[in-house]
Nanobody, 124 residues
């Protein structure tokens, strides 16, 4: 049973930085895609960034140049470095994993494992 555990959320002022981490447990596949999604109150969940097992990445236009997704294979951990944060980045952030698609994807329905989420709040 795969479990994803996020950490690193919190409150920060506009322009600040946070780094989110996600540790998948019970996962041994060599081909996969992992992603970060977010959901703000009253809005649909949206894809933020994704990385596949080859290290290719993709980003939503709203975070390009500010967010960086990366993975540490030795630690089996996924990261999302978020810089120049804006109040509109405030949301619950979720880590997700899929073996159904092994190239980068930001489509929610293509992911089959999800974490519980970590809250990010950016104040102006």
């Amino acid at each position: 049973q795969v479990q994803l555990v996020e950490s690193g959320g919190g409150s920060v002022q506009s322009g600040g930085s946070l780094r989110l981490s996600c540790a998948p447990f019970g996962y041994t596949y060599s081909s996969y895609c992992m992603g970060w999604f977010r959901q703000a109150p009253g809005k649909e969940r949206e894809g933020v960034a994704a990385i596949d097992s080859d290290g290719s990445t993709s980003y939503a236009d709203s975070v390009k140049g500010r967010f960086t997704i990366s993975q540490d294979n030795a630690k089996n951990t996924l990261y999302l470095q978020m810089n120049s944060l804006k109040p509109e980045d405030t949301a619950m952030y979720y880590c997700a994993l899929t073996m159904l698609v092994v190239t980068t994807t930001l489509y929610e329905h293509e992911y089959n494992y999800w974490g519980q989420g970590t809250q990010v709040t950016v104040s102006s």
